[in-house]
């Protein structure tokens, strides 16, 4: 997500913060570099005029240029800046109960999905999710959206066999959602390759007929500038709430995401990071605005270790570690703990300097490499790895298909982390600071 703005933005600001003194030269090289670099990452070019400006005008204030750290100065002037082009705070749904949203969105955007996922999410909250299928044009919409809501356990109310009365499907669906009970409605509405004239005024009339509080456009952000030509025209015609972008985690460019929110002047609400259905998280400007500059997003990565790892294990992890009993099966099981919280490039991008290491670092294939090792052993060689001879290295590593020497590395690498994480001392201060989903650091076996 947005690698290629990031790599660039963070080139040049370092190189700002290596003066002692900054001249007015100095700011308007910087700023042609980064105005260029937020073109290349497909801002719009109004958008990316726009935000040079204001960023200049604030970095040749007097009290930058004369300051002992004007390059930090400057960096924090971006990163305020930032925040505000990509929406200032974070802002939540609609309060109504029951609140009606209506996803809308052009083919292929991930409308069907993002339905999915924000039920999810909302149930994660408390709510009682009801997802209505209305998109009668698409031939496998309804199956995929009754698929997606088994597998979340949220109902699904699909039209009639053959419907073809759109504004007939939604009030039908929406009378047997009131029905069922439920507090929050989810209307899947139809899409098109294009926006064209039928689409809109269909819409128009089912926005009409549910009268929802929220509006959210689906954006794909791996199509730039056509995804912020697309949010201009819906909100145009319906008035959004808020913007749903898709596919963050495939898009390097990422400009889709600066422009938006200063084209239609709506929030983006929720990001998709990733295919699976819960891998969809609020979108919070300034958490982006951090990890776009390198600075990481701390308080994410605490979130997504608590959503992910039980205070119960964390509390038999703390026990193992203080009776000095950690084990291979420890480590497994803690190794899938970690992978359960997303993928690990996303995660390290949560982390203050961490985008910076190389690929090979993160291989998610050396991870699964170490998985199958520790599998292919028994259970009492997982428990007391100093019994591993040479005949049974050999062994475990025909198992899992791989060396003698990625066995030896394995278990040379668990014995010094081992040693390390008895010198850690309480972990429970560690927990303490991160929620109850503090997970203690520890490099890969393996990893280069």
């Known amino acids: 997500m947005f690698s290629r703005l990031s790599d660039k933005l963070q080139e040049v600001l370092k190189d700002l913060r290596g003066h002692g003194k900054i001249s007015e030269q100095n700011i308007a090289d910087a700023m042609r570099e980064i105005r260029m670099a937020l073109l290349e990452a497909d801002v719009h070019f109004d958008v990316a005029k726009a935000f040079i400006a204001r960023v200049k005008e604030k970095a040749l204030g007097e009290e930058v240029l004369l300051s002992v750290t004007p390059g930090q100065q400057i960096v924090k002037i971006f990163h305020d800046e930032l925040c505000v082009l990509l929406g200032g705070d974070a802002v939540p749904l609609h309060t109504a109960r029951p609140l009606k949203i209506l996803m809308v969105g052009l083919n292929g955007a991930g409308k069907t999905t993002s339905s999915a996922k924000l039920a999810r999410w909302l149930k994660k909250q408390g709510r009682h999710p009801r997802l209505i299928a209305c998109d009668l044009h698409r031939p496998a919409a309804i199956t995929q959206l009754a698929t997606l809501g088994g597998q979340i356990d949220v109902p699904v109310i699909q039209p009639e066999a053959g419907e073809k009365d759109v504004l007939r ?186 985008n910076k290491l190389p690929n090979s670092s993160i291989d998610e294939k050396q991870l699964k490499r170490v998985e199958a090792i520790i599998l292919s052993m028994t259970p009492s060689e997982r428990t007391r790895p100093d019994i591993l001879n040479a005949r049974r290295r050999q062994r475990v590593a025909r198992g899992s298909g791989s060396t003698v020497a990625e066995v030896n590395d394995l278990i040379l690498r668990f014995n010094q982390m081992r040693k390390m994480m008895k010198k850690m001392g309480n972990l429970k201060k560690f927990m303490a600071s991160a929620g109850h989903g503090g997970i203690p650091g520890m490099r890969v076996p393996g990893a280069r």
């Not at 390097?252 to 709506?266: C, I, N, W």
């Not at 819960?278 to 951090?290: K, S, T, V």
């Open 169 to 354: 499907a939604v009030r039908s669906g929406l009378q047997r959602a009131n029905e069922a009970g439920g507090d929050v409605f989810i209307f899947d509405t139809a899409g098109r390759q294009e926006i064209d004239e039928a689409l809109i005024a269909e819409l128009v009339r089912v926005r009409d007929a549910v009268s929802p509080q929220e509006i959210l456009l689906v954006c794909d952000a791996a199509t730039g500038q056509q995804a912020v030509s697309v949010a201009g025209h819906f909100h145009s015609a319906l008035g959004l709430t808020g913007i749903v972008l898709t596919k963050l985690d495939g898009d390097a460019r990422g400009g889709a995401a600066l422009s938006l929110r200063e084209v239609t002047r709506q929030p983006i609400k929720f990001a998709g990071v990733g295919e699976k259905v819960d891998e969809f998280e609020p979108f919070h400007p300034d958490r982006l605005a951090g990890r776009i500059l390198g600075m990481g997003d701390v308080v994410g990565l605490v979130e997504k270790a608590a959503e992910s790892i039980t205070e119960e294990d964390a509390q038999r992890l703390e026990a193992k570690l203080r009776s000095a009993s950690f084990d291979l099966a420890d480590f497994l099981a803690q190794l899938k703990m970690v992978r359960r919280m997303g993928p690990l490039e996303n995660l390290l991008g949560m982390i203050p300097g961490m």
